[in-house]
């Protein structure tokens, strides 16, 4: 059974950082592209980043592309999402998901059950 | 403002058919597979079309998707309340080189 889950969340202050983390299990976890995909309350999804199988390409959404950093432990089976220099509107539910492929990002088809993240003083 | 468009609001009887529109662009949902996902307050969004029109294992026939130019569209038939929920498509963007999403669609079966 493919499970993934997510932990790091928190009450941070703007301009804090943290770092996110999704175990992955039930699945050959190296042969598959993971997403960061977020809500904020009450909002839609957003896209946040992606990461390829090997780790080698990675991709951001021009809203956090310099302050949140993607990176995958294929030994591990973890990918993580490193917030820095955090705002008050990047607060929601991140849910990490895994593609369907190896470069595969819009296809998710595995999503975890999320971790909030509240960027407040 | 989602790089693609959706109606905010659907709704229709038990047992009728809906339709839910996706309108985008020639960098993305012009050039690139559409997918589907159904999301249920407080849970996490679920797949429920992939490559503009085929559904994973374990998606009943009643959910259909098409696609024709910069616009797709997800079908419901034989709507029950069980559908109620938020749908939302997306795909990636070429001119973004991100994936995008609609703003999401709710879901009212009268």
């Known amino acids: 059974e493919v499970q993934l889950a997510e932990s790091g969340g928190g009450l941070v202050q703007p301009g804090g950082s943290l770092r996110l983390s999704c175990a992955a299990s039930?699945?050959?976890?190296?042969?598959?592209?993971m997403s960061w995909v977020r809500q904020a309350p009450g909002k839609g999804l957003e896209w946040v980043s992606g990461?390829?199988?090997?780790?080698?390409?990675?991709h951001y959404a021009d809203s956090v592309k310099g302050r949140f950093t993607i990176s995958r432990d294929n030994s591990n089976n973890t990918v993580y999402l490193q917030i820095n220099s955090l705002r008050a509107d990047d607060t929601g539910a991140y849910y990490c998901a895994k593609g369907l492929g190896s470069g595969n990002y819009n296809e998710l088809d595995y999503w975890g059950q999320g971790t909030l993240v509240t960027g407040s003083s | 403002q989602s790089a693609l468009t959706q109606p905010p609001s659907v709704s229709a009887a038990p047992g009728q058919k809906v339709t839910i529109s996706c309108s985008g662009s020639?960098?993305?949902?012009?050039?690139?597979?559409v997918s589907w996902y159904q999301q249920f307050p407080g849970t996490a969004p679920k797949l429920l079309m992939v490559?503009?029109?085929k559904r994973p294992s374990g998606i009943r026939d009643r959910f259909s998707g098409s696609k024709s130019g910069t616009s797709a569209t997800l079908g419901i038939t034989g709507l029950q309340t069980g559908d109620e929920a938020d749908y939302y498509c997306?795909?990636?963007?070429?001119?973004?080189?991100?994936?995008?999403f609609g703003g999401g669609t709710k879901l009212t079966v009268l």
């Open positions: 997306g795909a990636w963007d070429s001119r973004l080189g991100a994936v995008v």
């Open positions: 490559e503009n029109n």
């Open positions: 990461i390829s199988a090997s780790g080698d390409w990675t």
């Open positions: 020639s960098s993305n949902i012009g050039t690139y597979w």
């Open positions: 039930g699945f050959t976890f190296s042969i598959y592209a």
